[in-house]
């Protein structure tokens, strides 16, 4: 008995890491009827728990050495060689420090925000294929369910702002709750066009979709049609936003609101949150990996024998370094230039785009010679006319311009 | 103003991140404790009183003259006069201080005292490492721990100090010119007196301060 | 299943009854929120995902939200409400438990609904649900689009309010003290 | 787990809906009361298509996603009335907006 | 001086008077009257550039009254210059704006050389120019990195604006002993000459430092989340700038010519050869671009000045450090500091302290117009209006 359950768990890491099917298959049989919905259950949560919980904790030191050498400086490097244990070290500073609860604050909303906004982050795991046998929950639906959880997280940043009763906090959560919901739109509509070609909501569907390489080596990726390229730049921008990241990291802007909606959090609550803010990045970096960068598919012929959740991780942290270079580039948006930006740009450039694909989806019977290239010119010029047309009229030329300036004689 | 503004600031980025790499020049960090800055000749921090030779309470150039207690901005310096006097580096009989504190919580590091100086006593040290426990006592520095050798003046401010010693060296000459030669004239007034049998003259007493010390508070 | 159920059943209950009586708006409106989530959870657990994640996006996402937004803007987020009850509120209250009583006697008496458990057939996909809203019920589709689209402009258009240019307030005016010298 | 119960709860819901929205004064709580009371109807209607001979017809599906919809818009014209009256008399509270002209 | 401004006579319009009265006791909240909501920024708030505090009133995020509040830094620093001797109060003067303690050095040693006529030699002058426009490089470019900072550009431009600083800084500690405090200028000269190789030094981060604004524009100015941040942002209309007496780069970004460099020539600046930006709208962008431009010019006068620095004693002969009593009488000296016009107004009656010390702080005047370009413009707009206002609070609040 004892030794079939440890031969499963054996098989079961084996398949794992050799990236063969059903590996929870090997387990299960092994244990009795009453135990294995419980431990099926165990299995899938805690292994998306402790790495995202490592890449956090990896993000983090990554993100500082990151801006620290976009800002010709060193980074942390004190704690454990190259610094590698300073994620430890926050970690037992956000731990130990005391945990003040404003005395007006409404105490019980106070305490429940930081569980409310980490609970939907961490279900929107839930349906991200990690590989191509690592799908925690095939849900028919999971495009859906990802949105629908990455929408209540809203209320718990409103909780968050209200229940400190400060200022600050309340102008922060209001910012916030404004921007999560003017971008949700282009974030969903720019998944829409994903599922309207991949004809699926399923997550391992629109990855399963991406299979494949034209001409035998440019990957079958969306992102690499000019409709799927635009969409990933809206996507992009809008999950920038949704992860309240530079430049749109108007909810938390320091030189104004110190730190909006975490102005009152101290501690672990404090810590809780910023763990469930980066967990909602890289959630949200993955469903755009899923969506536009092919998922685990290997980026090129040949390269099939790397396991391929190894390529789900690489490209989900070449995006969390894009965030990370956005962030250490730019200055931030004013709130009302966030808004125009949602609804004058992005939302009418996803519709639009939404048109591209569905050209896109309609000449693919097209089949004389060129007709691929034909096909990618017509959206190209289609979304790319759009882009220029929107993108000069949310910038008026007469009223804002580079300029020139005189000298006094 | 498509986007090519941020692109070609998120060029200028990367150039930096990975330019960090390779370019030792971009980093500028130098890291404290290990490593450090060497000072630059001119460097001041807090003042220090300069002695010559081996033993502070005999080669203290400080004359207790107090002109710095008194031009000091921030009135950090507190300085109370010996009531005998000691012979100073020439032999020259002055008073000395008893006490002489500062207060480098209080100190501003603006270098007056050691302008207004007259005898090239007080210099400003490079030593920055006054970090103590004890905010009150451990930072008010009396005259033992002010009084620091010449040679160490020498060591942090090389070009400044060897124009001083330079100066007080010809200072000393002159003023050992002007004693042999007051001997001399003594001995000579000596001799003639003896010669004319006159009543001996008193002793002739070392130039005074060449500033009178500040009255009293 | 039946404990699933319940302490949903409960919970969602309870939660309905706080969002009705607690004297806090916000609180009020967080108990609401959680009652869509059980209502949500149910219809997950009727085997309708596509109805409970629609729930969970449309009501939490957005109503719940809306409701927040105009707490706030009618500025009536902390204080606590003087009277909580209407004058006729005893009426309201019998209205309702006859309304509930009814209700119940009504299902109880029922025969098609006494007994009847769960079918064993297949539910159907989501693409399911496309082809059939996308084929049969294209013109509620459509109208229910043309009802949005109305419904957000005409909402717009209520709340909208004028905007004045700032200016500083003149000397003189009620409360201006004199301007420095 | 029978349908009666489904049953049941959706009418305590709805119930409770209308109980609060008969007697809070507040406006936007009457609002809220509304959407119980339509809540619970929906869940009248997934009980019903679940617990149907035929699952594979999905007028319930179909009717509760309309239902949401327009649900949506209720909310979203109902509150911006809300706004909108309480720039007018500077409350929410129901009965004290009583006149017709303010 | 009337033909050098550009704009309509000063006089016809007037600052916005003041209602600074308390506001009606807000509500839990900190809502008054309604749909206002007052929040005091500062004087703990990130942005403040100190202990400043803003009481502003917001309509949603637009800022419907603002109210400056400062002071929490005042030292004194006037009624002891009263009764300190004259020396001692240059170390103080160094203070005041510590970003720039060179050109506060030189404008006390010049209105302390007007009450008693010395004249500092030839090598002296050079060495003030080239301190000054170092230190104006100094200034210029922390602004522009606290400017972006207070935009939100995460710490980026201010990183690569401090690395260009340091190298300035090395200078005037090799040349002073000290980064900041300098303490360097002397009634009729300086206090010490160049150490040996410092013109090398300093030409050397000269060319360090014109690729680097190279560098920076290219990252910065051309950036359309910048550009459309600060165009159109708080406009001071150059009318409004004359009447409320601003100076320095902020009245050359509304566009009206008047640099003291050029009007009153003091030091030997009529001897370079440098021309003055001067902006057409008078936002925040046209501060920041003159400020970027005047760095270019600065550059272009070290340039000459370090070319053309003669030989020769440091001091005036008859300057003397101790025992040092002015004449009875009144000066008042002013130059172009990196902020404006920075003036210090003397009297003496012949003791070792002056009778009256009055500083006039550019920072503090230029902080008046503040409420006049935040009302209508919101938080996040009031926050980047203040940066570009360019204050220090040791001058404002001396």
């Known amino acids: 008995m004892i030794a079939d359950v440890l031969n499963g768990i054996l098989l079961m890491l084996w398949r794992v890491v050799s990236d063969q099917p059903a590996p929870l298959a090997a387990l299960l049989p092994a244990l009795p009827e009453a135990l294995r919905p419980v431990v099926s259950a165990v299995l899938c949560v805690s292994p998306i728990i402790g790495v ?358 | 103003m498509l986007g090519e503004g941020i692109i070609k600031g998120m060029a200028e980025t990367a150039r930096n991140f990975f330019g960090s790499y390779h370019d030792a020049d971009r980093m500028t960090t130098v890291q404290f404790p290990e490593d450090r800055i060497p000072a630059k000749e001119n460097a001041r921090n807090f003042p220090f009183l300069v002695f010559d030779g081996e033993d502070p309470a005999k080669g203290l150039r400080c004359v207790a003259c107090q002109i710095c207690e008194k031009e000091c901005p921030p009135k950090c310096i507190y300085i109370v006069k010996d009531t005998v006097k000691k012979p100073d580096y020439i032999g020259k009989l002055q008073f000395q201080p008893r006490v002489f504190d500062i207060d480098v919580s209080v100190c501003m590091s603006c270098q007056i005292c050691v302008e207004v100086c007259p005898f090239e006593a007080i210099k400003m040290d490079t030593d920055y490492e006054f970090g103590t426990a004890d905010r009150f006592g451990g930072l008010l520095l009396n005259k033992q721990r002010l009084a620091k050798p010449n040679t160490y003046y020498r060591k942090i401010h090389a070009t400044e100090a060897a124009e001083v010693d330079e100066r007080l060296a010809a200072e000393k000459a002159k003023a050992e010119a002007k004693a042999k030669a007051d001997a001399e004239a003594k001995a000579r007034a000596a001799a003639t007196a003896a010669a004319a049998k006159a009543t001996p003259t008193p002793v002739v007493s070392p130039t005074a301060p060449a500033i009178a010390p500040a009255p009293a508070k | 299943m039946q404990i699933p159920f319940a302490i949903i059943a409960a919970l969602t209950i309870v939660a309905g009854i706080a969002a009705m009586s607690l004297r806090k708006l916000v609180h009020c409106a967080l108990c609401l929120a959680l009652v869509f989530a059980g209502l949500a959870a149910m219809y997950l657990q009727l085997g309708a995902q596509f109805v409970g994640f629609a729930q969970i996006l449309v009501y939490i996402g957005a109503v719940a939200i809306l409701v927040v937004f105009a707490i706030l803007l009618t500025n009536s987020s902390s204080s606590l409400l003087p009277t909580v009850r209407s004058r006729s509120w005893v009426f309201g209250l019998v209205v309702a438990v006859l309304v509930f009583a009814t209700l119940v006697k009504v299902i109880l008496a029922s025969s098609t609904v006494a007994g009847r458990s769960l079918p064993e057939n297949p539910l159907p996909t989501v693409k399911d649900l496309g082809t059939q809203m996308m084929t049969y019920y294209i013109l509620p589709l459509e109208v229910m689009g043309l009802l949005l689209t109305a419904a957000t402009i005409g909402a717009v258009i209520i709340a909208m309010q004028e905007k004045k240019p700032v200016e500083p307030l003149k000397p003189g005016s009620a409360g201006a003290p004199p301007t420095h010298p | 787990m029978q349908l009666h119960h489904y049953l049941i ?94 | 001086m009337s033909e050098l401004l550009e704009a309509p006579a000063a006089g016809s319009v007037t600052a916005a008077p003041r209602n600074y009265e308390i506001l009606p006791k807000p509500t839990d909240d900190g809502e008054v009257g309604g749909d206002l909501l007052e929040v005091a920024m500062g004087p703990h708030h990130p942005s403040t550039h100190g202990v400043f505090r803003m009481d502003v009133v917001l309509d949603g995020e637009q800022v419907v009254k603002l109210k400056p509040v400062f002071g929490y830094l005042h030292r ?323």
């Open chain 1, 52 to 409: 995202f919980a490592t890449l956090f904790a990896l993000t983090t030191l990554m993100e500082r050495k990151g801006l620290g050498r976009i800002q010709n400086r060193l980074g942390p490097n004190r704690v454990g060689p190259f610094g590698i244990l300073q994620p430890a070290a926050d970690g037992l500073k956000m731990l130990t420090k005391e945990d003040i609860i404003p005395r007006s604050a409404d105490k019980l909303v106070h305490f429940l925000a930081p569980v409310a906004l980490a609970v939907p982050t961490l279900l929107a795991y839930a349906v991200l294929p990690y590989g191509r046998n690592l799908v925690p929950l095939d849900l028919d639906a999971g495009l859906l369910f990802f949105f629908a959880v990455g929408a209540s997280t809203e209320l718990a940043i409103f909780m968050a702002g209200w229940s400190s009763h400060n200022k600050y906090s309340l102008l922060g959560a209001m910012r916030a709750i404004a921007q999560m919901i003017s971008y949700e739109i282009p974030l969903i509509l720019s998944a829409v066009t994903v599922v309207m070609i991949a004809g699926s909501l399923s997550p391992a569907h629109i990855v399963a979709r991406q299979d494949g390489f034209i001409w035998g080596w440019v990957p079958h990726w969306y992102v690499l049609t000019p409709w799927g390229f635009v969409g990933f730049l809206i996507f992009t921008t809008a999950s920038l936003a949704e992860s309240n990241r530079s430049p749109f990291d108007l909810p938390e802007a320091e030189s104004e609101l110190i730190a909006g909606h975490l102005t009152e959090y101290s501690g672990f609550k404090y810590a809780l949150f910023f763990l469930a803010e980066y967990l909602g990045m890289f959630a949200i970096s993955g469903l755009g990996v899923t969506l536009f960068l092919g998922g685990w598919q290997a980026p090129l012929p040949g390269l099939d024998w790397v396991p391929s959740y190894l390529w789900f991780f690489s490209k989900l942290i070449l995006m969390v370094f894009i965030f990370i270079w956005i962030r250490g580039t730019v200055p931030r948006l004013r709130v009302d230039q966030l808004l125009n930006l949602a609804w004058k740009f992005l939302l009418p450039l996803a519709l639009i785009n939404l048109f591209t694909a569905a050209i896109w989806h309609f000449t693919a019977v097209w089949q004389f010679p060129g007709a691929l290239l034909l096909r990618w010119l017509l959206s190209a010029v289609m979304i790319g006319g759009a882009y220029v047309v929107l993108g000069r009229a949310l910038s008026p030329r007469k009223k804002v311009s580079l300029r020139t300036y005189r000298y006094a004689t």
């Open chain 4, 9 to 102: 709860f959706s009418a305590l819901l709805f119930a409770v809906g209308l109980a609060g929205a008969l007697t809070r004064r507040n406006g936007i709580l009457v609002l809220v009361g509304i959407e119980l009371m339509l809540n619970a109807a929906n869940l009248n209607f997934i009980a019903f298509w679940r617990f149907s001979a035929d699952p594979q017809a999905m007028q319930g599906i179909l009717f509760v996603l309309f239902s949401i919809a327009i649900a949506a818009a209720e909310a979203a014209v109902g509150l911006a009335l809300i706004i909108s009256i309480y720039r007018h008399y500077k409350t929410t509270n129901l009965e004290e907006m009583n006149s017709l002209q303010g």
């Open chain 5, 76 to 398: 004194n620093h006037e009624k002891i210059a009263e009764n300190t001797t004259y020396l001692a109060s240059m170390p103080y003067t160094d203070r005041l704006d510590y970003l720039c303690s060179m050109t506060n050095n030189w404008a006390y040693a010049l209105s302390v050389e007007r009450l008693t006529g010395l004249q500092p030699p030839e090598r002296a002058e050079y060495i003030r120019v080239i301190t000054a426009e170092l230190t104006r490089l100094v200034n210029h470019t922390c602004l522009v990195g606290f400017l972006l900072q207070d935009m939100g550009a995460l710490g980026t431009p201010l990183m690569y604006a401090f690395r260009e600083r340091e190298i300035i800084l090395d200078l005037f500690e090799s040349l002073t002993g000290s980064r900041m405090m300098c303490n360097y200028m002397r009634f009729g000269g300086c206090r010490v000459d160049l150490p040996v190789g410092w013109l090398d030094q300093a030409r050397s981060a000269l060319d360090g430092y014109e690729e680097f604004l190279e560098t920076f524009q290219k990252f910065l100015t051309e950036n359309e989340i910048l550009v459309a941040r600060s165009q159109g942002i708080g406009v001071l209309p150059p009318e409004l700038a004359i009447s409320a007496s601003i100076t320095g780069p902020m009245l050359r970004a509304s566009g009206v010519n008047y640099d003291l460099r050029k009007v009153d020539k003091y030091g030997i600046y009529d001897r370079f050869d440098f021309r003055v930006p001067l902006g057409d709208h008078g936002d925040v962008y046209d501060r920041y671009m003159i400020r970027v431009l005047e760095m270019q010019e600065s550059v272009k006068i070290l340039r000459q000045a370090l070319r053309d620095i003669p030989g020769g004693p440091i001091v005036d002969p008859k300057a003397k450090i101790r025992g040092f009593r002015p004449k009875a009488g009144e000066a008042y000296g002013r130059i172009e500091c990196p902020k404006g016009e920075l003036g210090f107004y003397l009297i003496s009656d012949g003791s070792p302290n002056p009778y009256r010390y009055r500083v006039r702080p550019p920072s503090l005047i230029n902080l008046t117009v503040l409420e006049d370009m935040c009302l209508g413009q919101t938080v996040a707009d009031a926050v980047i209006i203040l940066g570009s206002v360019d204050i220090v609070l040791g001058e404002v609040d001396r």
